[in-house]
């Protein structure tokens, strides 16, 4: 064989460098790997189409990411569009999941072949690439798209999902859902300042964040409406709807119900899941955290102070809050949940000022987180909110704290009263 021609040959098919092509190809030879052999390692990791025609037809459970390309006859699931910024311009893909009667797929579409969920096609000569360690089909150029005979598939057609069932990655989803919340932000994107939309939207399953890139004016608090082709991201470990421009909101004729509860979770699941959103743990409070109490707040940021100093905004004049930050677990892990100034006035049976008189009358601001950790510490108590997990910890802001075994002490009370006569 004559490296340099074959290494001419390979770069023009694949397009990709000569020289580097040439490189690979002489270090297989010289390691003993048969010429064909060694050029179709190439062929796959350059992810050519094997430039000898049309691969063979493969089922969707057979295609492996050893695959260069491959031919498959499939219906289209789902389809979902988005755009993406490659190589500094703006591209529209199309994405979503095939299958047969083996097997789903997801794929890209790079262009318009114009898939429609129940369409059955022939795709010939699909790219296959690997993400996150699974083969997925990418349908370009080199693609030929025909429509095909009916197959028969186990799987659901068409993106109609419950939020509970979305997770990271999923594309071309429709939900019908409330929007529970909705506030505009302006956000400084990849092409400057940008209007956006963020808040919670619910349905019956459960609550999930949203970010609406192209705000609807639909979109409005209170408004139930059908949402069709989102797409989800992870956002600090919980699946967040994406809706887009190529979103369509529609109104809907009844009104969707919110789930009442969380989605109840071990904490050591929510921790390791790496976040959620609208979680209620059970477990027993072990300590109340310094910076608990009387805090005092930076009024530019927020943040908290200490000793009157801001870590960005330097000497303050800070403002008076309460919060508590305490530790809960439940034997399969622990969480730092952290109650607002409602809950923490709540817990402490006080309001801010009362703290405030409280600690002016000890001449010690520690006596509220002392007071509270006396109340709290060694019970058992249900807290509802979001989990992050980040550098800091694991973070649950609460929504809903309430004492649990309160029955167990009624009925404990009870017993006793009855020994007592
Ligand atoms: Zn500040």
């Known amino acids: 064989m004559n490296i340099d021609e074959r290494a001419e040959e390979l770069a023009s098919d694949l397009g990709v460098d ?45 295609v492996t990411t050893e695959d260069a390309s491959v031919t498959v006859t499939a219906k289209v699931l789902t389809a979902g569009t988005r755009t993406i ?116 939207l619910a349905d019956e399953s459960a609550r999930l964040p949203f970010t609406d890139w192209d705000p609807h004016p639909g979109i409005r608090e209170g408004a139930s409406l059908r949402l069709e082709d989102v797409y989800v991201r992870e956002f600090r470990g919980v699946p967040s709807v994406n809706v887009s421009d190529f979103t369509t909101v529609e109104p809907l ?4 119900e919110a789930s009442e509860t969380g989605r109840r979770m071990a904490v050591g699941e929510a921790v390791d899941g790496g976040g959620a959103f609208d979680v209620e743990l ?68 006080g309001t801010l000022e009362d703290a405030l008189e409280h ?15 006396e109340d709290v510490v060694g019970l058992e108590y249900r807290v509802r909110g979001s989990l992050s997990v980040d550098d800091y910890g694991a973070n649950l802001d609460a929504t809903e704290f309430d004492r649990v075994g309160d029955a167990g002490e009624e009925r404990a009370r009870a017993l006793l009263a009855e020994v007592d006569g």
């Not at 004729?253 to 969707?256: A, H, K, N, T």
């Not at 870590?311 to 607002?340: N, Q, Y």
């Not at 600690?359 to 950790?373: C, F, L, P, Q």
Request: proline fraction near 3%.
């Open 18 to 62: 000569r020289e580097e092509v040439r490189d690979d190809l002489q270090k297989l030879i010289d390691y003993d790997v048969p010429a064909e052999e060694a050029v179709q390692s190439l062929r796959r990791k350059y992810g050519g189409d094997g430039g000898g025609g049309t691969p063979s037809a493969k089922d969707v459970a057979d």
């Open 85 to 200: 910024r490659y190589q500094g311009d703006d591209h529209t893909i199309y994405e979503g999941e095939l299958a047969d009667g083996t097997g789903a797929i997801d794929y890209t579409a790079w262009n318009d072949f114009g898939l429609e969920p129940g369409d059955t096609i022939t795709a010939g000569n699909a790219g296959v690439r690997e993400w996150e360690g699974e083969p997925e089909l990418n349908l370009g150029d080199s693609t030929s798209v025909s429509p095909a005979e009916d197959v028969e598939v186990p799987s659901e057609v068409g993106g109609d999902r419950s939020l509970s069932d979305l997770d990271p990655g999923d594309r071309g989803r429709n939900l019908e859902v409330l929007v529970l919340e909705v506030e505009e932000r302006t956000i400084d994107g990849r092409d400057g300042e940008t209007d956006i939309l963020s808040g919670v």
């Open 253 to 256: 004729e009844g009104e969707v």
């Open 282 to 349: 059970v477990g027993n409070l072990l300590d109340v955290r310094d910076g608990s109490g009387l805090i005092e707040r930076c009024p530019e940021c927020n943040r908290v102070v200490q000793n009157g100093q801001c870590r960005s905004h330097g000497e303050v004049d800070g403002v008076d809050d309460l919060r508590v930050k305490a530790i809960l677990d439940d034997g399969t892990g622990t969480v730092t949940v952290v109650l607002d100034r409602e809950l923490t006035e709540e817990v402490y049976g």
């Open 359 to 373: 600690a002016r009358e000890e001449m010690d601001k520690g006596v509220v987180a002392e007071s509270i950790a």
